[in-house]
């Protein structure tokens, strides 16, 4: 088992749903948890309202959505639902439509299933992976491939070279000097405190975490992992907390509600993608 199956069991899983629209799609999802005793119907309904209120910003990657809402009594039991639509079906993002995958996460507080998510995550970052999961013919083999047992782990991208995205900025930057946001690759700034990059979702309990994760897999690729931290919150407390940053990390509808917080704001399209988070970090960084 992983932390992504603990939330996860096969009575969860259901494959080739017919949704006629999104809001079909998210209520499939949501009726599996109150099925299965995670949440109730009362939190089916506060998933669609997310998306009504804040846009289609939970279709987080090509033909994948993460359906869910805030914390609330709604929440019986942390848990997560799955589903593969026999028919994809648009949400109104401009990048992402149609959705295949619905994945709806119920969580009873913002701690208990950020392994689940990374998990999901580093999952969904692998095409091998992902294409087993369009794949799957059973409940079984999905939660297979989900603990890594078809087809077999490997990393989901190659070693950094010396050149390409994958590289490290700098050697000075790798070393263990602080960055600057504005300064030029071979240039650190030693004396300045660490840098915070906040990734931010309506709810801060889902697709933020999702771009965190990858954004620290980025990080680590460079060698900056001790000089930014990553933060996942969602729009209110983002606002508060945006003085604090160097940059926020987002969709473009978060990035609408936001509006002008202090701080560059950096649209993310795909959130399992490390190519286009290493694009956005260099320019953060100009590097």
């Not at 840098?195 to 933020?208: A, D, F, P, Q, Y």
């Not at 620290?216 to 900056?224: A, H, M, N, S």
């Not at 990390?249 to 560059?264: F, H, K, M, N």
Request: glycine share 6%.
């Amino acid at each position: 088992m992983s932390a992504l199956t603990d939330l996860l069991s096969t009575d969860a899983v259901r494959l080739e749903v017919a949704a006629d629209d999104w809001r079909a799609a998210i209520h499939a999802a949501g009726g599996i948890l109150v099925s299965e005793g995670i949440s109730t119907a009362e939190y089916t309904e506060e998933m669609v309202r997310n998306v009504e209120d804040n846009g289609p910003y939970i279709v987080i990657a090509p033909g994948f959505a993460l359906a869910h809402a805030r914390p609330s009594p709604a929440v019986l039991r942390t848990g997560m639902s799955w589903v593969r639509l026999s028919r994809p079906v648009p949400f109104g993002h401009e990048s992402n439509d149609p959705v295949e995958l619905v994945v709806a996460l119920a969580a009873s507080d913002a701690e208990a299933h950020t392994a689940a998510l990374s998990a999901l995550a580093r999952v969904l970052a692998d095409p091998e992976r992902t294409r087993a999961l369009q794949q799957a013919a059973s409940p079984e083999d999905v939660l297979a491939v989900l603990d890594g047992n078809r087809p077999t782990d490997k990393a989901t991208s190659s070693p950094a070279s010396s050149t390409g995205p994958g590289a490290a900025p700098g050697p000075a930057l790798a070393s263990g000097a602080r960055p600057r946001p504005d300064a030029p690759a071979d240039e650190t700034s030693p004396a300045l405190a660490e840098h915070k990059i906040l990734t931010v979702c309506g709810n801060g309990v889902g697709t933020s975490l999702f771009l965190k994760n990858t954004l620290e897999q980025v990080l680590d690729r460079w060698g900056w992992s001790r000089q930014v931290s990553v933060e996942a919150t969602d729009t209110i407390s983002a606002k508060g907390k945006a003085s604090e940053a160097v940059a926020i990390l987002t969709s473009q509808e978060i990035a609408r509600t936001l509006g002008d917080v202090g701080v560059p704001v950096k649209v993310v399209q795909d959130f399992t993608s490390t190519a286009e988070v290493d694009a956005v970090l260099r320019d953060t960084y100009s590097v």
